[in-house]
């Protein structure tokens, strides 16, 4: 059912405001999840780590480039 609601919004949000918004919204969600993993006491690898950091940077880059 998630999926079902989720991508119709996500496509209708292109439609509307174009792509750059809608994908720095789903660019966040890995980052996010790692964080409230950590939260409830999973293990962060150093790897893990570098991924969320890339991902974070890659979203500052291109939000300073618009």
Known sequence: ???GVALPLYYYAIAE??????TLAISIGPPASQFASWLVGERVTKRDLAG?????????L???GR
Do not use: E, K
């Open 52 to 60: 969320s950091l890339l991902v974070v940077l890659g979203l500052v």
């Open 1 to 3: 059912m998630g999926v």
């Open 17 to 22: 405001i174009g792509i750059t918004i809608p």
């Open 62 to 64: 291109s939000i300073i």
